[in-house]
């Protein structure tokens, strides 16, 4: 597919074209689109910022005065700073797991392609299909009886384990077209396995390293079913249930509810944002495998 | 084992040879050298078994008993799936679940396409508009699903009726989630409304690989644009639409945390899919055996249908 690339000398094309009319109406066209796709985002923001009376009196305006009351309110009430701890730490633990686990596994299933490392490679897979419901209350029973439930252990070992086969599967795929130079030429110059790896393969992965981290963050930190069955009720919740819980307690107070919402999407937001090149290329191209 | 890929293997004695001759090709005995030892992969292995392998197959073994979470079980065949056929609500939500994954899977890829294609072209707003409808997946479908809650509710001032009625709509005006026969539609609306971007991203990484000479010479040879698009675009979009295809019905068969926010199943159990029955067959209702018999339904659906899809959509998948 990347040989499409090397035929395009796509500036010439581009430049040639004047401005149309055409484009000026789609240009109005994709921002009126925009404006009506932002509709639940402008009342999300603009509530927010709204004392109750607004809120019933003129619930469409933009809020005049705005008032921020609403979100330290809702910081405190919503508890939005320990599960912001808690989200933080579970997502970066098992983001080193997986990273370590994910790049060694795949290192063996990419450089042994045959006999066991087909047929396991094949196995992980497997765990791509399948739903992860079906192991969903033994799992649930086993982590209940290693004491695990409400702890950060116990959702770090249920990342590692249900997004390991997705990060071996990107993994194994960008070493298979590295070439096995690199890491020969350091095992001839006395290196031994481990140390060809972690010193000249592991920061040749930094690319696929990129996409393994943005797509399995994304996905930890926004996880709410898992996290609601382990975590529930405990003081290690993150904030998909922290916030579920506390907009459950206050749900007739608009503004409260809506200000912890702001607060508790703002900060993988801000994130996206500032790496939206890397996210947007993560998610367009990490899948295509 | 195989471990003794790390000597020389019997299968590469008859390749050995190419060794000395071809100088700097790569001798296919130092290749042999650089397979790491079996043990890398154990790790992974022992996790991957702990948290995914043994549960599933625990998951199956529990859906022919009558396990309820505590103390033994006794193993009762058939008994759960044939439950299953005699159990309206569970019948109700594999009907639910197909419709809520093929509404999803059109509505959500056939504006993802139109937005791609606005998108990758030079109006001036493209990378403004790109984060934009993009920005929704990466936030969680929770609060995704709470804040289209509110935004359904007829009862608010800044909600979907407000809006209808202020653009003149009034007539449109629906009670979205409380109405049975609209609560599934008004779930998937929601689910697109998040995730359209994502498909129009994937979509736009394939119009990036459409060559632009293509384009040019079927201008050349008297092409209209909707022509182009058919005859050049399409046929080469194949790979983004296999991957946006599997993704969303993966997606959509899986859905669980924007219905279990949004109705929780209902009004009634209208809107009631197989992943909320599953979970409140198991913890409201204690029934664990019947619950993973549901999970092991779905798991064979979501198996059934991307092995289908693989097939038939990399089949049509050409190169430029």
């Given at each position: 597919m990347?040989?499409?690339?090397?035929?395009?000398?796509?500036?010439?094309?581009?430049?040639?074209?004047r401005?149309?009319?055409?484009?000026?109406?789609?240009?109005?066209?994709?921002?009126?689109?925009?404006?009506?796709?932002?509709f639940?985002?402008?009342?999300?923001?603009?509530?927010?910022?709204?004392?109750?009376?607004?809120?019933?009196e003129?619930?469409?305006?933009?809020?005049?005065?705005p008032?921020?009351?609403?979100?330290?309110?809702?910081?405190?009430?919503?508890?939005?700073?320990?599960?912001?701890?808690?989200?933080?730490?579970?997502?970066?633990?098992?983001?080193?797991?997986?990273?370590?686990?994910?790049?060694?596994?795949?290192?063996?299933?990419?450089?042994?392609?045959?006999?066991?490392?087909?047929?396991?490679?094949?196995?992980?897979?497997?765990?791509?299909?399948?739903?992860?419901?079906?192991?969903?209350?033994?799992?649930?029973k086993?982590?209940?009886?290693?004491?695990?439930?409400?702890?950060?252990?116990?959702?770090?070992?249920?990342?590692?384990?249900?997004q390991?086969?997705?990060?071996?599967?990107?993994?194994?795929?960008?070493?298979?077209?590295?070439?096995?130079?690199?890491?020969?030429?350091?095992?001839?110059?006395?290196?031994?396995?481990?140390?060809?790896?972690?010193?000249?393969?592991?920061?040749?992965?930094?690319?696929?390293?990129?996409?393994?981290?943005?797509?399995?963050?994304?996905?930890?930190?926004?996880?709410?079913f898992?996290?609601?069955?382990?975590?529930?009720?405990?003081?290690?919740?993150?904030?998909?249930?922290?916030?579920?819980?506390?907009?459950?307690?206050?749900?007739s107070?608009?503004?409260?509810?809506?200000?912890?919402l702001?607060?508790?999407?703002?900060?993988?937001?801000?994130?996206?944002?500032?790496?939206?090149?890397?996210v947007i290329?993560?998610?367009?191209?990490?899948?295509?495998? | 084992?195989?471990?003794?890929?790390?000597k020389?293997?019997?299968?590469?004695?008859?390749?050995?040879?190419?060794?000395?001759?071809?100088?700097?090709?790569?001798?296919?005995?130092?290749?042999?050298?650089?397979?790491?030892?079996?043990?890398?992969?154990?790790?992974?292995?022992?996790?991957?078994g702990?948290?995914?392998?043994?549960?599933?197959?625990a998951?199956?073994?529990?859906?022919?008993?009558?396990?309820s979470g505590?103390?033994?079980?006794?193993?009762?065949?058939?008994?759960?799936?044939?439950?299953?056929?005699?159990?309206?609500?569970?019948?109700?939500?594999?009907?639910?679940?197909?419709?809520?994954?093929?509404?999803?899977?059109?509505?959500?890829n056939?504006?993802?396409?139109?937005?791609?294609?606005?998108?990758h072209t030079?109006?001036?707003?493209?990378?403004?508009?790109?984060?934009?409808?993009?920005?929704?997946?990466?936030?969680?479908?929770?609060?995704?699903?709470?804040?289209?809650?509110?935004?359904?509710?007829?009862?608010n001032?800044?909600?979907?009726?407000?809006?209808?009625?202020?653009v003149?709509?009034?007539?449109?005006?629906q009670?979205?989630?409380?109405?049975?026969?609209?609560?599934?539609?008004?779930?998937?609306?929601?689910?697109?409304?998040?995730?359209?971007?994502?498909?129009?991203?994937?979509?736009?990484?394939?119009?990036?690989?459409?060559?632009?000479?293509?384009?040019?010479?079927?201008?050349?040879?008297?092409?209209?644009?909707?022509?182009?698009?058919?005859?050049?675009?399409?046929?080469?979009?194949?790979?983004?639409?296999?991957?946006?295809?599997?993704?969303?019905?993966?997606?959509?068969?899986?859905?669980?945390?924007?219905?279990?926010?949004?109705?929780?199943?209902?009004?009634?159990t209208?809107?009631?899919?197989?992943?909320?029955?599953?979970?409140?067959?198991?913890?409201?209702?204690?029934?664990?055996?019947?619950?993973?018999?549901?999970?092991?339904?779905?798991?064979?659906?979501?198996?059934?249908?991307?092995?289908v899809?693989?097939?038939?959509?990399?089949?049509?998948?050409?190169?430029?």
């Open positions: 990347s040989t499409s690339m090397t035929l395009g000398t796509a500036a010439p094309g581009r430049g040639r074209r401005p149309r009319y055409g484009q000026y109406v789609l240009e109005l066209v994709m921002i009126a689109v925009a404006v009506v796709f932002l639940p985002v402008y009342a999300l923001i603009t509530l927010a910022m709204k004392d109750p009376r607004q809120i019933s003129s619930p469409l305006s933009l809020p005049s005065p008032t921020f009351g609403n979100f330290g309110d809702a910081w405190s009430s919503a508890s939005l700073g320990p599960a912001l701890v808690n989200s933080t730490v579970i997502t970066a633990v098992s983001l080193l797991l997986l990273i370590v686990l994910g790049s060694t596994g795949a290192y063996y299933l990419a450089r042994c392609a045959r006999g066991l490392g087909y047929g396991l490679y094949i196995l992980f897979l497997l765990g791509i299909v399948l739903p992860f419901q079906l192991g969903m209350i033994p799992l649930y086993l982590v209940d009886d290693l004491g695990w439930l409400g702890t950060y252990q116990g959702m770090v070992l249920f990342y590692t384990g249900i390991l086969p997705f990060t071996v599967f990107l993994y194994t795929g960008f070493i298979r077209a590295l070439p096995p130079d690199y890491a020969q030429a350091a095992l001839i110059d006395g290196c031994n396995h481990r140390q060809a790896f972690t010193r000249v393969v592991f920061p040749l992965l930094r690319p696929i390293t990129g996409t393994v981290i943005i797509l399995n963050a994304v996905f930890i930190w926004n996880d709410f898992t996290p609601l069955l382990y975590l529930g009720g405990s003081d290690k919740e993150t904030v998909p249930v922290g916030i579920f819980a506390f907009v459950g307690q206050y749900v107070d608009y503004g409260l509810v809506f200000a912890g702001v607060l508790a999407a703002l900060p993988i937001l801000i994130v996206f944002v500032l790496l939206q090149r890397y290329k993560g998610f367009a191209g990490g899948l295509k495998g | 084992m195989t471990s003794t890929s790390e020389t293997v019997p299968g590469a004695a008859d390749t050995a040879g190419d060794g000395p001759k071809a100088g700097r090709g790569r001798p296919v005995r130092h290749r042999d050298h650089t397979v790491p030892p079996w043990l890398f992969v154990v790790p992974a292995l022992v996790v991957y702990i948290v995914v392998l043994y549960p599933s197959l998951g199956v073994v529990y859906a022919f008993t009558d396990w505590i103390g033994g079980f006794s193993f009762t065949g058939t008994e759960n799936f044939r439950t299953l056929l005699d159990d309206g609500r569970a019948l109700e939500s594999v009907g639910n679940t197909l419709l809520l994954t093929i509404a999803v899977v059109v509505v959500q056939g504006i993802g396409l139109l937005l791609a294609l606005g998108v030079n109006i001036k707003s493209r990378a403004v508009l790109r984060l934009i409808f993009f920005a929704p997946a990466v936030v969680s479908p929770v609060m995704i699903a709470i804040l289209w809650k509110y935004v359904y509710n007829p009862e001032g800044a909600g979907l009726n407000s809006l209808l009625g202020a003149g709509l009034g007539g449109l005006r009670d979205w989630l409380g109405d049975p026969s609209l609560a599934l539609w008004s779930v998937a609306a929601m689910v697109v409304w998040q995730y359209a971007g994502y498909s129009m991203v994937v979509f736009l990484a394939g119009l990036q690989g459409v060559p632009v000479e293509l384009h040019e010479a079927a201008r050349i040879d008297g092409a209209g644009s909707l022509q182009r698009f058919r005859y050049v675009t399409w046929p080469l979009l194949a790979p983004a639409l296999t991957i946006n295809l599997m993704l969303s019905t993966i997606g959509g068969l899986k859905l669980f945390d924007q219905v279990y926010a949004a109705t929780n199943g209902g009004p009634g209208s809107s009631e899919t197989l992943s909320t029955v599953l979970y409140k067959e198991a913890f409201v209702y204690g029934k664990f055996g019947y619950s993973t018999a549901v999970a092991l339904v779905l798991a064979l659906f979501v198996a059934a249908v991307s092995l899809q693989l097939r038939y959509l990399r089949a049509r998948e050409v190169t430029a």
